[in-house]
């Protein structure tokens, strides 16, 4: 009995030890995991396509994605992300969250030769896939991307990438924000090539000069340490995508905005080609907001690139060699040796591609007008940049004419496919979500020999000839006090002429109701 005793005894005691060993082990690897957090694994909400608009090289602003520095955040604001992240997973719930994989291709860079990569968030089960390119215009000598590189570094290297991102507007994965693409698998292309995604690598290097000129200073030398890579970016990104499943794709969308936008139209034809070589047999489309630019009107110092002045197709015919670029190839042929610049215009190289494409373009575009110097929202303005905003508006309207699928209202401002409320924007009463979803359902049908659906519309443009006519449009801010401003606020403080404009100031109420029934 004594015996029994201490044999019951001596359990219990082994029993106390390996429970208490057992909670420490756990507490060792919560305080392990935690701490591996500090190291920058951190979820990131961000809108994608709000934040800085800083100006790089004087010939356009950049839109950020909301994610100021690249770091992503830290303190109270991850430790906030991490338990929502945590919540969303308990409930069962689909979350927004896409994380880095670093391209394996590790010869393919960014500028500064870190590696380059992308954000990917899976749906199980889903055969659709839409890539997206990050916009932020580019750099075109050696001066301009030093200055990118010292006030935006996270366009040109990966060394301050959060380890995760959540998605809005199309990226966003909440069928209440994003109805028809929800649930497709989403990767996020960060732009960090700066070449409007057309480089194929480092630039060749300068002639050798004449003997005895070797210490001259060449004006047309325009050599930097950076390396521009942004074709090859897209192309590895989909090799990497192979064993992911995108070779089962059935419908694969390569979207973009701004900068993305105008490289979308750049590429969509090689990914076409590249998945078709991969034995994919998926339909390629392209998507394109506000990459559709017009060449500019300003006049401008005829020392490019000798000042940042350069006008944007200065900038591309510069760049294009420093980027060693590439454009499609039957858009290409259209144009003499050095004319290449003109196939990073919309309405120059659309007829030339294959792929179908849909355009989301503002009619009056913030960073068209601020190629020409044009900054909205209670700047003044002359008579002559009035009649410029007006005559874009129509201009803009001329080169869609021919566009298949397009949704173009008639506002001031830049980029919207990746806005928390882009369901809000309308044109003749259709949401641009609901025109995608009518433009899906025709490529469907077609694809399957069917007849398309009647009143679906997806070629969307708006009537109105004014800035702002349109009732959904966002709303104006007043630079200075960042206070709301109307349309006829707007027209007042840039210092217009009501009455020259065939408009009493006592009649202001008219105006608005006008324009905002499409006068």
């Keep these: 009995m004594k015996l029994l005793s201490q044999i019951v005894f001596l359990l219990l005691i082994g029993g106390i030890f390996c429970q208490n060993n057992r909670n420490a082990k756990a507490s060792g690897k919560s305080t392990k995991k935690s701490g591996g957090n500090q190291g920058g694994d951190v979820s990131t909400e961000v809108e994608l396509t709000s934040g800085g608009t800083g100006n790089t090289g004087g010939t356009g602003n950049i839109r950020g994605t909301g994610n100021t520095g690249g770091t992503g955040g830290t303190g109270g604001a991850a430790e906030s992300g991490r338990e929502s992240t945590a919540g969303a997973r308990a409930a069962g719930q689909q979350t927004d969250e896409m994380r880095l994989h670093f391209l394996k291709n590790t010869q393919v860079t960014c500028n500064d030769g870190t590696a380059a990569g992308f954000y990917l968030k899976e749906f199980r089960g889903s055969r659709r896939w839409l890539l997206f390119l990050e916009g932020g215009w580019c750099c075109y000598s050696k001066e301009t991307c030093d200055s990118r590189y010292q006030n935006i570094p996270r366009l040109m290297s990966s060394l301050m990438w959060p380890q995760t991102k959540r998605g809005t507007g199309i990226l966003s994965a909440q069928a209440e924000e994003n109805p028809h693409w929800y649930n497709a698998n989403i990767v996020f292309i960060p732009y960090c090539s700066s070449d409007v995604w057309s480089g194929t690598g480092p630039a060749p290097n300068p002639p050798p000069r004449p003997r005895g000129r070797e210490k001259e200073r060449d004006r047309n030398a325009n050599t930097t340490e950076y390396t521009f890579m942004g074709s090859l970016i897209i192309r590895e990104v989909i090799k990497d995508l192979v064993p992911k499943g995108i070779k ?54 005829p020392n490019c690139p000798e000042t940042v002045s350069c006008s944007p197709e200065d900038a591309i015919k510069i760049g294009l060699r420093l980027w060693n670029g590439v454009v499609p190839d039957r858009c290409r042929q259209l144009y003499k040796r050095g004319e290449e610049w003109q196939c990073f215009f919309g309405h120059n190289l659309y007829s030339t591609l294959t792929s179908p494409l849909f355009i989301v373009q503002w009619l009056f575009d913030e960073e068209q007008l601020r190629m020409e110097n044009i900054y909205m929202g209670g700047q003044s303005l002359s008579e002559q940049q009035w009649q410029y905003i007006q005559n874009l508006g129509r201009e803009l309207k001329n080169t869609l004419t021919d566009v298949t699928a397009v949704f173009a209202p008639s506002c001031l401002s830049h980029t919207v496919i990746t806005k928390s409320n882009w369901m809000t924007f309308q044109v003749r009463g259709t949401s641009l979500p609901r025109a995608l979803h009518c433009w899906d359902r025709n490529l469907e049908a077609i694809r399957n020999n069917r007849t398309p659906a009647k009143g679906c519309p997806f070629h969307l443009v708006d009537t109105c000839q004014w800035p702002q006519c349109n009732p959904t449009c966002p709303v104006l801010m007043d630079q200075a006090t960042q206070q709301e401003l109307t349309l006829v606020q707007m027209l007042v403080a840039m210092g217009l002429d009501l009455q020259k404009l065939g408009v009493d100031s006592q009649d202001a109420d008219s105006l608005v109701s006008m324009v905002s029934n499409g006068g």
């Design 248 to 301: 089962q794709a059935k419908v694969v969308m390569l979207s973009g905005i701004s900068a993305g936008g105008t490289g979308v139209l750049l590429n969509i034809e090689r990914v076409a080609s590249q998945l078709e070589q991969l034995g994919a047999e998926a339909q390629v489309r392209g998507l394109v907001d506000s990459g559709w630019f017009l060449q500019s009107k300003l006049q401008r110092s």
